[in-house]
């Protein structure tokens, strides 16, 4: 996080713009997704009724969170598994390391999880001498290339194949210049199975936690999070608060619909059900708060937490399409990051990244309003003071005039007019940032007022 | 006081009233299971074998033994060439394990496996290549049948597997062949 003009979402916007044919690839590659996700949601007459019971059930849980938790908690123990409370990022890192440290872990093979990221646990290990592998390909390729996640599902989206083939042959000595998926992902495969081998310990995120089974949900395509968590004795599970759902049939409304909305497949290869350790094997669960109970305060803030971390609203995202994941400012990018991340976004510009053109809310799979709440965290940075430049010195100006019919009318005259006789060069200047990218629209002859009381008065 | 103690009292200042748990009632599609279960198998990129059972299963497991291939088999009636390890790590040369499936879902080829039926629970992971036997009539519909059929007793772990392991990661580019099996063969019986 920084607070410098930098790291402001208009600013990053701008170097990922600058190479054009890279920005409309990127988002054609994440158009794509949107079209599979269509077909899928298309293909089952239950759709809406699949999001309405997904919303519904989400809200009914974090409406009634702290009975859930401790139902799950009780289960677990039942099943021995080992539950551990974190407050925040810095309590959730303190307690993996002491994990890690009283078995000696020396490697930790992770599969994805964007809690680890939030709560930056990757550097916070390293630093105490234990070696990190992520080993979902997406995340061992920027982990390889020292990069954060630019999405939440497909982590590499913003690298094209030839980057990954150089990286691949400067870290995995695969052959110069190769660049071929099948060829890269093999050599991957390859790599990572003696990491998996080799490795003291696993960790993964948490899809869902079955309150009444005291059962974490992993879900992945590539089998990671089963090689890691099956080969070791010593399995970690990190899941925010959020993440329970009160029994299996409610997991499986969720499993019709996360991967239909994802990437467009019926369901992920593996949905995997762990409830209990593996045979003289022991296994850790780390509940995590990070910012969510507060969230809870506020109504509109707390439907973010119905999220299910699909990023189908990345995917039909215009402006994260075309501004790329590294321009929010927080580690989850587009409309769901807005919603999580606006609060403590000290740049105050995120929550302007968006058009509230609505497209996200309705893809979502559990019905998050997310453009309500993005609209609701500018008023929040308003009231708190915290416009961004500019926006606090003409907004209020901007609002009194637009109030008073008379000054609004006699300006909006002397606009049409000045559109009509003076020339683009010298009006271009007063529509600031707007006006970078567009044309100046073509003057009406009349008002709309003057035009319906002609036609229609 | 203890974090868990914080979380939960901080749960008690939550916005938004009690919401009731929904109803959920699906209409689930119940015409040809299994014709459903196997077009949902290819989209996965699983593959079918809905004649010849147990019988032909074997013919390929012979096949693979005369190349010289590691086979470890989980069902009752398929004889391999290698029993269940000491460690789960001794499998990695695995090249096939067969494994029986508890239930099968048409809506998505998914196939629920236990790991009463894996010996180590790496198994269909850590082999390159899997064959799941499958009894036809367990097939349902969807996933609500499926959640209200599946067995997951305490301490167990289970899975749905739905076709060998992929990924798109590099482009969007479909590689079949990630880190769990390489290829998935469904043998119906």
Not at chain 1, 42 to 47: F, K, M, T
Request: a neutral charge.
């Amino acid at each position: 996080m920084s607070s410098s003009k930098s790291a402001v979402h208009a600013y990053k916007a701008e170097i990922f713009c600058k190479d054009e044919s890279r920005v409309d690839w990127h988002s054609k590659a994440l158009w794509m997704l949107r079209e599979k996700r269509d077909r899928a949601a298309g293909s089952l007459p239950e759709w809406e009724q699949l999001r309405q019971i997904g919303s519904e059930m989400k809200l009914h849980t974090l409406t009634h969170l702290a009975e859930y938790l401790e139902e799950f908690e009780q289960n677990c123990l039942k099943n021995n598994i080992k539950v551990h409370w974190a407050k925040d990022g810095a309590e959730h890192n303190r307690i993996v390391h002491e994990i890690l440290a009283k078995h000696q872990v020396k490697k930790l093979v992770k599969s994805k999880s964007m809690l680890t990221e939030e709560c930056h646990m990757n550097p916070f290990l390293e630093q105490r001498g234990i070696e990190v592998i992520d080993t979902d390909l997406g995340e061992r390729i920027i982990q390889l290339a020292g990069q954060p996640p630019s999405h939440i599902v497909v982590p590499a989206i913003h690298l094209k194949k030839e980057e990954v083939g150089d990286l691949f042959h400067d870290k995995l000595g695969t052959e110069a210049g190769a660049s071929d998926p099948l060829y890269l992902t093999r050599a991957a495969r390859a790599h990572l199975r003696e990491q998996f081998l080799s490795a003291d310990a696993a960790m993964t995120g948490v899809n869902m936690a079955i309150a009444d089974k005291g059962a974490v949900v992993v879900c992945t395509n590539e089998g990671n999070a089963d090689m890691g968590a099956n080969l070791p004795k010593l399995q970690l599970h990190s899941m925010g608060i959020d993440k329970i759902v009160p029994n299996i049939d409610s997991a499986a409304v969720l499993l019709r619909t996360l991967a239909r909305n994802a990437t467009g497949q019926p369901i992920t290869t593996y949905s995997s059900f762990y409830r209990g350790p593996q045979e003289g094997g022991e296994m850790h669960v780390i509940i995590v708060d990070n910012g969510r109970t507060d969230m809870l305060k506020d109504k509109i803030l707390a439907e973010s937490l119905k999220c299910i971390r699909c990023g189908g609203c990345l995917n039909t995202c215009p402006v994260y399409r075309r501004s790329g994941g590294y321009s929010y400012n927080y580690t989850i990018p587009g409309p769901i990051g807005i919603a999580v991340g606006a609060k403590i976004d000290d740049t105050n510009s995120i929550p302007w990244a968006c058009t509230l053109c609505g497209s996200c809310s309705y893809v979502c799979p559990t019905k998050v309003p997310l453009d309500k709440i993005i609209h609701h965290h500018r008023r929040l940075k308003a009231e708190a003071g915290k416009l961004p430049y500019g926006k606090s010195s003409y907004m209020p100006l901007v609002g009194k005039f637009m109030a008073s019919e008379t000054a609004l009318n006699c300006s909006m005259s002397i606009a049409r007019t000045a559109l009509k006789i003076l020339p683009g060069s010298l009006l271009k200047p007063f529509s600031g940032a707007w006006g970078k990218y567009r044309e100046l629209p073509v003057a009406p002859n009349s008002s709309f007022e003057a035009w319906f009381k002609k036609n229609r008065g | 006081m203890s974090s868990k103690h914080d979380i939960l009292n901080a749960l008690k200042s939550a916005a938004i009233a009690p919401q009731a748990m929904p109803v959920i009632k699906v209409s689930p599609r119940i015409d040809d299971l299994v014709g459903q279960f196997e077009a949902s198998l290819n989209t996965v990129a699983g593959t079918l074998h809905r004649e010849g059972g147990l019988a032909k299963l074997q013919e390929q497991v012979d096949q693979h033994i005369a190349q010289g291939m590691q086979i470890i088999s989980m069902v009752d009636g398929i004889k391999g060439n290698r029993e269940v390890t000491d460690t789960a790590h001794q499998l990695r040369d695995i090249d096939y394990a067969v494994i029986p499936g508890d239930l099968g879902v048409a809506e998505n080829g998914a196939i629920w496996v236990n790991n009463k039926n894996l010996g180590h629970r790496v198994t269909p992971f850590i082999c390159e290549n899997l064959f799941l036997v499958l009894d036809s009539s367990t097939i349902v519909a969807n996933m609500h049948q499926a959640a209200s059929k599946l067995t997951l007793n305490s301490g167990q772990f289970g899975t749905f597997i739905a076709g060998p392991s992929k990924t798109a990661d590099i482009e969007q580019a479909l590689v079949v062949g990630a880190h769990g099996a390489c290829s998935l063969n469904v043998y119906l019986v």
